[in-house]
């Protein structure tokens, strides 16, 4: 039987490197385990839900790149796919294959950033994440090549995309998708058999399909519990339907079922990105973007559209009053739904098992804090 | 414990990948700022472009400003039938380089521009007036939403194709 102290409680953030951007924990402990856990948000909060009702649409969709700012593709894509729900727009196939192109892209980009940051919080300071960046930094440069900036790439519009694809594009993403298999085989001769890393994370922080359901939480954190879902398959949006991929899910729900997922994830995606060339070079080039007037002005209604976003379920909520900029838009950030599952995880764990299992959810401060 | 029965083994995998990187050197850091790569021929980079001849003051690159950083002002009165453009005004302090005003712009009279290394000792250094949005030779415009001007530029450098060692 172990002997109780008295609770000691400790904060950890805002400014600390291993909360993933400016979140505070405060937490209690009995000696070195964790009996209690608040999380503290709002460091980040910079008010877009409000910003949206000043604006027109189409202005929005650069502020949702700074929401998820590892995945902004995915927040165009949510966010324009809910504009144009609500004003029944039709996409052409070319824009939609695009759309499927860009968001795989950026679901390998975010995962090789949360893989890294994983391994790099487990105590394998920064090697292996390097070995991501290289990857990554390649498909920034894509993304460069595609709407000229690496980050915030406000690429999307209602109705289509904002340009077409460069001529020198598919051929760089086919040398891509080729090499990319070998360089995931690489990630996983690195660490995923380390007995190191499967000391620290086999077993820790499980979180039960009941639990997660209950917390809403959705995306790799809910599929480890072994509940599969996914938006794609299970309210599926763009031409997902016509493409052939796996849901992968895992056993335990434990930190190293919520790495080792992503790193099944990103196969998928070379997957999915295999089919969607071939898909768009059987198209014609030109139309890309349906035609929309610059003002869009929805009909009076409301909608609320989700997309599986690389952290999961991302959705927007978009009331309208029939004028130039919407009257009420929620985001739903799946990075907060999935922290609010944090204290089921890491009760009766340690301090250092605290880092990892934070690590390992995958958040971005700027879509919890919005 | 089984989890331990060959201990070792898969430390030892990850640390030959490690010694075979060591050997084989990738070709992958770029020595900024001794080599520089070529930039993305599209690229939304700090500082717009003003073409003087082609503005004529619709002004609906300051509407579509999500940040309101564009100030526009014409003459009252019509100087050889057209409004002269008499205040031109981008604040890039609060700009945040989206590009809808290069969309928006009805007669290609605004440019993204391709330079970079744009930082200022003061804000009021980054409110720029007409004068100094005009091209010029360290003011190039990109092709961001003109594609009659991408074949022009040059291509830009990938690391997919590990272009870096050569480009010294």
């Known amino acids: 039987m172990a002997i109780r102290t008295q609770p000691v409680s400790i904060n950890i953030g805002p400014q600390h490197p291993s909360t993933h951007g400016v979140f505070r924990l405060r937490v209690t402990f009995d000696g070195e385990v964790i009996i209690g856990l608040e999380p503290i948000f709002g460091y980040l909060h910079r008010g877009k839900e409000k910003l949206a009702e000043a604006r027109t649409y189409t202005q929005f969709i650069p502020i949702t790149d700074r929401a998820d700012y590892l995945a902004s593709m995915s927040n165009n894509w949510g966010y324009c796919l809910a504009v144009e729900r609500l004003a029944g727009i039709e996409l052409p196939e070319r824009a939609e294959y ?24 487990c105590g394998a300071f920064f090697t292996p994440l390097l070995y991501m960046y290289r990857e990554r930094e390649k498909l920034l440069d894509l993304f460069d090549m595609l709407c000229g900036q690496r980050l915030n790439y406000n690429y999307m519009r209602i109705g289509g995309v ?30 995923t058999t ?31 519990c072994g509940v599969e879902w996914d938006i794609r398959r299970a309210d599926p949006y763009s031409i997902y339907p016509q493409l052939e991929f796996d849901i992968p899910t895992g056993i335990q729900g434990d930190t190293y079922d919520r790495f080792y997922l992503r790193i099944q994830e990103m196969r998928q995606s070379v997957r999915i990105l295999q089919q969607a060339i071939t898909g768009i070079e059987q198209l014609p080039h030109g139309v890309y973007r349906a035609h929309v007037l610059s003002l869009v002005r929805p009909p009076k209604g409301e909608v609320y559209s989700r997309i599986e976003s690389p952290k999961g379920e991302l959705g927007y909520y978009i009331v309208s009053d029939g004028g130039v900029s919407p009257w009420r838009c929620r985001m739903r950030g799946p990075s907060q739904l999935n922290l609010t599952a944090l204290r089921d995880m890491v009760l009766g764990w340690k301090l250092a098992d605290l880092i990892i299992i934070l690590g390992s959810i995958d958040i971005v401060m700027g879509e919890v804090d919005r | 414990m089984s989890k331990f029965d060959r201990f070792g083994l898969g430390l030892a995998k990850g640390l030959a990948l490690t010694g075979k990187t060591l050997l084989s050197r990738p070709n992958i850091t770029v020595q900024y700022p001794e080599q520089r790569l070529d930039v993305s021929r599209r690229l939304r980079g700090p500082e717009l472009v003003w073409v003087a001849l082609k503005c004529t003051g619709c002004a609906t690159c300051a509407k579509s400003c999500p940040q309101g950083s564009i100030e526009l ?46 930082a200022a000792y003061r804000r009021g250094d980054l409110v720029l007036p ?15 939403c003109r594609p009659e001007m991408e074949a022009e530029l040059p291509l830009q450098t990938l690391l997919v194709y590990g272009q870096t060692r050569a480009k010294r």
């Open chain 1, 98 to 121: 695009i759309r499927v192109l860009v968001g795989e892209m950026m679901r390998i980009s975010n995962h090789l950033m949360a893989v890294g940051f994983f391994l790099n919080d």
């Open chain 1, 162 to 191: 904002s340009q077409d694809l460069p001529v020198e594009f598919l051929p760089a993403l086919k040398k891509f998708v080729q090499e990319m298999p070998g360089y995931i085989d690489e990630y996983e001769q690195l660490l």
């Open chain 1, 194 to 224: 380390n007995e190191i890393l499967l000391a620290r994370s086999k077993g820790v922080g499980v979180l039960s399909p009941e639990q997660a359901v209950n917390a809403s939480v959705s995306g790799p954190v809910l599929r480890a």
């Open chain 2, 73 to 118: 002002a014409t003459s009252q009165e019509l100087v050889d039938n057209k409004y002269e453009v008499v205040e031109f005004l981008v604040d890039h302090g609060r700009c945040m380089f989206c590009g809808l005003c290069v969309e928006a712009c009805p007669f290609d009279a605004l440019y993204m521009g391709r330079g970079y290394e744009r």
């Open chain 2, 130 to 144: 007409k004068e100094k949005l005009q091209m010029s030779a360290d003011r190039q415009p990109s092709a961001y």
